[in-house]
């Protein structure tokens, strides 16, 4: 069944939960900047560096809230995400100068990392709104995101700048209904000052 249970006031409710609601909430319009403006090849990478930062915020500040009814059931909703977003993360760091990243061994690597980072931060989007309490159709508009970006990464084949097909449009959807969703959480962790409740589901 589902139990209402109250998230603990700590760290999250005070000063380290807002600063990570508002690195949450600049990954997620830098993420969502793309769709507004033309941003410099050497500008973008430093956006694509504020998204994956304000990304692992979000999962922290969020896992940290949960942590305090269900420590187990958050950090295995928040595992997968923080591997697949820090591993990216350093991998676009190890990347920075590389005349072709995206070329043999590590091009694949980095493929992986994506791969998982999307999928984590579904698995995370999901599994949050499961246990409700923290902007709960936020984190399933991130699970939904998460899934669709997915379908527009080039080594699956699926689409390309030379041969587009529907699940270009459909990608580009799910990144910006994951960046208004990494915004809408930071948003919660930055101005939810009080506990609230959550349902986490337990056996009978």
Same mark, same amino acid.
Not at 84 to 94: F, K
């Given at each position: 069944m589902t139990d209402d249970v109250t998230h603990?006031?700590? =760290?999250?409710?005070?000063?380290?939960?807002?600063? +990570?609601?508002?690195?949450?909430?600049?990954?997620?319009?830098?993420? +969502?900047?793309?769709?507004? %403006?033309?941003? =410099?090849?050497?500008?973008n990478t430093a956006r694509i560096y504020a998204f994956l930062i304000g990304s692992l915020a979000v999962v922290v500040g969020v896992s940290s809230r949960v942590g305090g009814v269900a420590p187990g059931r958050a950090w295995v909703?928040?595992? =997968?995400?923080?591997?697949?977003?820090?591993?990216?993360?350093?991998?676009? +760091?190890?990347?920075?100068?590389?005349?072709s990243p995206f070329a043999g061994d590590f091009g694949l690597v980095g493929f992986y990392l994506a791969l998982l980072s999307w999928l984590g931060s579904a698995w995370f989007g999901l599994m949050t709104f499961?246990?409700?309490?923290?902007?709960?159709?936020?984190? +399933?508009?991130?699970?939904?995101?998460? %899934?669709?970006?997915?379908?527009?990464?080039?080594r699956l084949g699926l689409t390309s700048s030379s041969g587009p097909t529907i699940f270009g449009p459909i990608s580009l959807v799910g990144i910006a209904l994951s960046g208004i969703a990494w915004v809408l959480l930071g948003l919660d962790l930055l101005l939810r000052a009080q506990p609230h409740q959550a349902r986490v589901s337990s056996s009978a």
């Open positions: 603990r006031p700590d =760290p999250s409710h005070g000063i380290t939960g807002r600063v +990570l609601g508002v690195a949450g909430i600049l990954g997620g319009l830098f993420l +969502l900047a793309a769709f507004v %403006v033309d941003i =410099p090849p050497n500008v909703a928040a595992l =997968p995400a923080l591997l697949g977003i820090g591993g990216l993360l350093v991998w676009e +760091l190890l990347a920075t100068g590389r005349p499961r246990m409700g309490g923290l902007a709960r159709w936020a984190a +399933l508009a991130l699970a939904v995101g998460s %899934v669709l970006a997915v379908l527009g990464i080039d």
